[in-house]
T-cell receptor
Framework: GENVEQHPSTLSVQEGDSAVIKCTYS??????FPWYKQELGKGPQLIIDIRSNVGEKKDQRIAVTLNKTAKHFSLHITETQPEDSAVYFCAASINSGYSTLTFGKGTMLLVSP | EPEVTQTPSHQVTQMGQEVILRCVPI?????FYWYRQILGQKVEFLVS????????KSEIFDDQFSVERPDGSNFTLKIRSTKLEDSAMYFC???????????FGNGTRLTVT
């Protein structure tokens, strides 16, 4: 089955800096890669996703890049703000039918003012 | 914006007791899931449900677990005889179609004593 590795497990940055979180996956058939943000006491909230037919996707301060050959994808957050502090999870799946997401272990991002 | 709703937010039960965790998926969604997250660990897939039947389940989802969609809106997870190691956050999730993003509820924290 799919295995997703995520690094780093914790990341501390100063407000305004950029943050990068990296994930690798094992199943070359995976073609859908979402990123979720989980705040304390809440469920994972989808923040951005990318499909295998594109290499990069941007949404304001958030971008995701995908390298299918190397089987890795990354989340980039620019101009970080204290409210970006949360746990971020990457995931991978074959996005068809009832296919399930396999999650990474999460990265706790702390943005200091 | 429509949300996946889970009740209760916190459930405490004694070992060996049965618990039912309840979810109301987003109304026009067709695919339903349960995931769990043991404290500090990754989000793990339990079961997927489509067209009124289980479509896939993980090895965690043994005979002590069952799911049901008793009416057009609710989706429940039952644990027949709880064990200490069942203590976790349980997340319900749903998606509209096979190529759609997965939306999570805020979870039920289950504590087995």
């Amino acid at each position: 089955g799919e295995n997703v590795e995520q690094h780093p497990s914790t990341l501390s940055v100063q407000e305004g800096d950029s943050a990068v979180i990296k994930c690798t996956y094992s199943d070359s058939a995976s073609n859908y890669f979402p990123w979720y943000k989980q705040e304390l006491g809440k469920g994972p909230q989808l923040i951005i996703d990318i499909r295998s037919n594109v290499g990069e996707k941007k949404d304001q301060r958030i971008a995701v890049t995908l390298n299918k050959t190397a089987k890795h994808f990354s989340l980039h957050i620019t101009e970080t703000q204290p409210e970006d502090s949360a746990v971020y999870f990457c995931a991978a799946s074959i996005n068809s039918g009832y296919s399930t997401l396999t999650f990474g272990k999460g990265t706790m991002l702390l943005v200091s003012p | 914006e429509p949300e996946v709703t889970q009740t209760p937010s916190h459930q405490v039960t004694q070992m060996g007791q049965e618990v039912i965790l309840r979810c109301v998926p987003i109304s026009n969604h067709l695919y339903f899931y349960w995931y769990r997250q043991i404290l500090g660990q990754k989000v793990e897939f339990l079961v997927s449900f489509y067209n009124n039947e289980i479509s896939e389940k993980s090895e965690i989802f043994d005979d002590q677990f069952s799911v049901e969609r008793p009416d057009g809106s609710n989706f429940t997870l039952k644990i027949r005889s709880t064990k200490l190691e069942d203590s976790a956050m349980y997340f319900c999730a749903s998606k509209r179609a096979d190529n759609s993003p997965l939306h999570f509820g805020n979870g039920t924290r289950l504590t087995v004593t």
